[in-house]
T-cell receptor, first 114, second 112 residues
């Protein structure tokens, strides 16, 4: 069974640009969450999608957005990039019974903003 | 709001040493508690979990007990191996939703 797949794995952007990251969850998983990981702030929750609906959002500015498609694949977008957006962005999927609490993480997309 | 506090790292041990990584939490209600591990260059993997007070989670020789009276979920292993070198994250999940709140992470290095 394939794991969570994130693309691209690495990317470099400059300030002011925008970026789109993609996440394909494990087959059968309908919930997708995104986290930002930085050395200073650790792992911070961005948002969660279930059946194409955002059902939870973290404390990030509106420049950070996401969506989920009917096949459960998800994308997140960051507009007007800032240096502080440099981070590892992790996607995680979970089983339909979301109360198990177990998240399955991808390897992440490492974004560098110059 | 919810929060998780882990002992500061990094932690460096010799092979076969005893490991403890402290984790305490603040939460409303009755959260579930988790330890995740991140090996170099990889995403996070669930190591163990406990869903109610006094539950003990265990996996790969690691153990942690959900202590509601001390709001703690300390990770222990009796004899660490070089392959245990990784970053360990304590996390909690509220009773509703899938959102996890993570601690800062503790870097563990085990030397042969």
């Amino acid at each position: 069974k394939a794991g969570v797949t994130q693309t691209p794995r690495y990317l470099i952007k400059t300030r002011g640009q925008q970026v789109t990251l993609s996440c394909s969850p494990i087959s059968g998983h309908r919930s997708v969450s995104w986290y930002q990981q930085t050395p200073g702030q650790g792992l911070q929750f961005l948002f969660e999608y279930f059946s194409e609906t955002q059902r939870n959002k973290g404390n990030f500015p509106g420049r950070f957005s996401g969506r989920q498609f009917s096949n459960s694949r998800s994308e997140m977008n960051v507009s007007t990039l800032e240096l502080g957006d440099s981070a590892l962005y992790l996607c995680a999927s979970s089983l339909p019974n979301r109360d198990t609490g177990e998240l399955f993480f991808g390897e992440g997309s490492r974004l560098t903003v110059l | 709001g919810n929060s998780v506090t882990q002992m500061e790292g990094p932690v460096t041990l010799s092979e076969e040493a005893f490991l403890t990584i402290n984790c305490t939490y603040t939460a409303t209600g009755y959260p579930s508690l988790f330890w995740y591990v991140q090996y170099p260059g990889e995403g996070l993997q669930l190591l163990l979990k406990a869903t109610k007070a006094d539950d003990k989670g265990s996996n790969k020789g690691f153990e942690a007990t959900y202590r509601k009276e001390t709001t703690s979920f300390h990770l222990e292993k009796g004899s660490v191996q070089v392959s245990d070198s990784a970053v360990y994250f304590c996390a909690l999940k509220e009773t509703s939703g899938s959102r996890l709140t993570f601690g800062e992470g503790t870097q563990l290095t085990v030397n042969p």
